[in-house]
């Protein structure tokens, strides 16, 4: 039986320079750094305390371009405090918006990759 989503893939052409953001800027955590094979490696980091992770993968190695890979959307417990956090580390955010079902912001990640960040009204 499924149970949880496990993990969503992002393709990176560098993957020390993904690392490097994920680790360093978001404050992940790196769940596996392994490698598979002369071209690429098992990378798969997470929000601290999350359930689900990402791995980064190579693109070259798996014949894809970098940037393919899936939209990701994290939930934060304060968009602006996490806007504010981010730019002091470097990265590049959205403004905060805020809208009926929630408040979110987006950041700039290596690749064209770009993540969103929310949080949901309290009822």
Same mark, same amino acid.
């Given at each position: ?33 392994? @490698?598979?094979? @002369?071209?690429? #490696?098992?990378? @798969?980091?997470?929000p601290s305390g999350a359930q689900t992770s990402i791995v980064l993968a190579s693109a070259e190695g798996f014949g894809r371009r970098p940037g393919d890979g899936a939209f990701l959307t994290f939930a ?8 504010? =956090?981010?730019?002091? #580390? ?7 918006? #805020? @809208? ?17 960040? &929310?949080? #949901?009204? =309290? &009822?």
């Amino acid at each position: 039986m499924i149970t949880s989503v496990a993990s969503a893939i992002l393709y990176v052409s560098d993957q020390a320079a993904a690392l490097e953001f994920y680790r360093d800027v978001l404050g992940f955590d790196v769940v596996m750094d392994a @490698e598979m094979d @002369e071209a690429s #490696r098992w990378l @798969e980091v997470k929000p601290s305390g999350a359930q689900t992770s990402i791995v980064l993968a190579s693109a070259e190695g798996f014949g894809r371009r970098p940037g393919d890979g899936a939209f990701l959307t994290f939930a934060a417990d304060d968009v602006a405090a996490t806007v504010e =956090q981010l730019r002091a #580390r470097g990265a590049r955010t959205s403004d905060v918006i #805020r @809208e009926p079902w929630g408040t979110y912001a987006t950041v700039d990640a290596p690749d064209g990759h770009k993540l969103q960040f &929310n949080e #949901r009204p =309290q &009822n």
